[in-house]
């Protein structure tokens, strides 16, 4: 009879651990990332829906702080940045993980799509609301004029040289206007429309599946269906549109994200 109760007890506290319904920990893994001037997705800001419904679901998930947020914002190159993924993708390897699925929001979601040209080892990729797409902060004639003013600094060799830079928020509607301190070189890599934040010269290089979710009441995302479509077909990849505005995007869409990645692991396995 003691041996009886000790085996009982001992499957007591194992279960205690297990959230009732929640899923088994998936080899699937996710790497979310925030918007401009942000804290990282789900902790405090946009994305808790999104982030705490992938975990419920059984999925390991990263969300790292990066370079372009609210404390970092542009402390490197666009590029550069890239090292913050690779980071949180090893953590989640480390873990067990042996797909990646890339996500972001805003800003996060333009540097997910420029990762994804180059990393075809993706599973997939959630582009949340991209934005701050530098084809179209080109056009805003005082970001244009500083931009032109950084290439400057950069051709006579002052890539370094940090001042403050005019930028644009696309989480602010009204206000006074948006400025970044950042370096000359670091500038010029997040706003120049030649340069990697270009959102349409990475659509054609990606060969993973997509999902693009756009908010119904997002100014940035009025020509995200045309965007879509220069990504090469794929039968796994889907456009979503959601009855949300720029930043609520990712709690308003999180349902059909989880939907379409149980899809693709299926389509996958």
């Known amino acids: 009879m003691l041996v009886i109760i000790r085996i009982f007890v001992a499957a ?24 401009l001037a942000g804290v990282p997705l789900g902790s405090g800001g946009p994305g808790g829906a999104l982030v705490g419904g992938l975990r419920k679901a059984g999925y390991r998930v990263e969300t790292p702080e990066m370079c372009w947020s609210k404390r970092r914002i542009y402390d490197h190159t666009f590029t550069d940045c890239f090292a913050d993924i690779d980071a949180a993708i090893a953590r989640l390897r480390a873990q067990g ?28 990729v959630m582009a949340i609301a991209p934005a701050h797409d530098a084809a179209t902060l080109g056009n805003i004639p005082r970001i244009a004029a500083a931009l032109a003013q950084a290439q400057a600094a950069v051709a006579a060799g002052h890539g370094d040289a940090v001042q403050t830079y005019p930028d644009s928020d696309n989480s602010r509607r009204a206000g006074p206007a948006f400025t970044v301190r950042t370096s000359a070189q670091n500038y010029v890599s997040f706003i120049d429309p030649a340069g990697p934040a270009n959102i349409a010269g990475d659509l054609p290089h990606i060969a993973v599946p997509v999902i693009w979710v756009a908010g119904t009441d997002d100014p940035t995302q009025v020509l995200s269906a045309q965007e879509f479509a220069q990504i090469p077909a794929n039968p796994l990849s889907k456009y979503a549109s959601v009855n949300a505005a720029h930043l609520a995007t990712p709690d308003a869409g999180a349902s059909a994200m989880i939907d379409w990645v149980r899809a693709l692991t299926a389509a996958k396995s």
Do not use: K, R, W
């Open 97 to 124: 993980a042996t797909q990646i699925v890339l996500g972001g929001m805003s800003m996060g979601g333009n540097s997910a799509l420029a990762y994804a040209a180059t990393h075809p080892d993706l599973l997939g």
């Open 12 to 35: 007591l506290l194992v279960c205690s651990t297990c959230a009732p319904g929640a899923a088994a920990p998936s080899n699937v893994g996710f790497v979310l990332l925030h918007g």
